[in-house]
């Protein structure tokens, strides 16, 4: 992989680092990925003696915030930050067709069980809970820009969420309907945290791909800007 992660820091304290993941880049080594970001963190280090670790994890595909802990106490930090819920993130996504509502709430189970088209996380009537808040942006027609909350991180949630809102992310190889396909357009928009006296929010620009989407669409909210 030929890529200057330093160009990717967005924020950088003694504790902490926070990158704005490219997509289509794995996060960690996996059985089915050839290069991943955290075999590059050496050079990231700076002027600690070893590389930050992730702090959580982000799908292949998805762009945006990524939290690593610069040693090992700021990383406990952050895990136990991240499981108090004293984290809050915000995802933007570029979903086809429109919801029934400008806003709402989707509080909906999810478990991973197999189907006709293999295994992937689908909605069940009891299980861990999952749930995700969410607005429209923007859009026209067609597609919609989607401003995402989630208060839990279950695996795939916003992807399986938005699919089961009727609005699957566009580029989503599982969950969305089949045909030619852009990448997969959700991005990790900002991280917020909460641990200390003054609470840090750190925002990503979109990529490029997905910063042409968003600038076809009249946005909703004066907030909503990208760049």
Not at 25 to 43: C, P, Q, S, Y
Not at 83 to 110: F, H, M, N, T
Not at 181 to 189: D, G, K, S, T
């Amino acid at each position: 992989m030929s890529l200057d992660l330093s160009a990717l820091v967005l924020y950088r304290d003694g504790d902490m680092l926070i990158l704005n993941k490219p997509g289509g880049i794995a996060v960690h080594k996996g059985a089915r990925t050839a290069d991943d970001l955290e075999a590059h963190f050496g050079a990231l280090r700076f002027e600690q003696p070893t590389p930050p670790r992730l702090a959580h994890r982000l799908d292949k595909d998805t762009s945006g915030c990524l939290v690593l802990g610069r040693h090992d106490e700021a990383l406990a930090l952050l895990g136990r930050a991240f499981a108090r819920r004293q984290i809050d993130k915000i995802y933007w996504a570029v979903v086809r067709g429109q919801p029934a509502e400008p806003a709402g709430c989707l509080s909906q189970p999810i478990r991973k069980l197999t189907g006709p088209e293999g295994d992937r996380m689908r909605a069940v009537a009891e299980g861990p809970p999952a749930v995700t808040h969410w607005r429209r942006l923007g859009g026209n027609a067609d597609y919609s820009w989607l401003e995402l909350t989630p208060e839990t991180g279950r695996t795939h949630q916003l992807r399986a969420h938005c699919a089961i809102l009727g609005c699957p992310i566009l580029g989503d190889r599982l969950y969305g309907p089949a045909g030619d396909r852009p990448p997969l357009l959700l991005h990790a928009r900002s991280v917020g945290l909460r641990l200390r006296r003054d609470p840090l929010t750190v925002e990503a620009p979109p990529p490029d791909y997905m910063a042409e989407w968003l600038s076809s669409f009249q946005p909703q909210t004066a907030s909503a800007v990208f760049m």
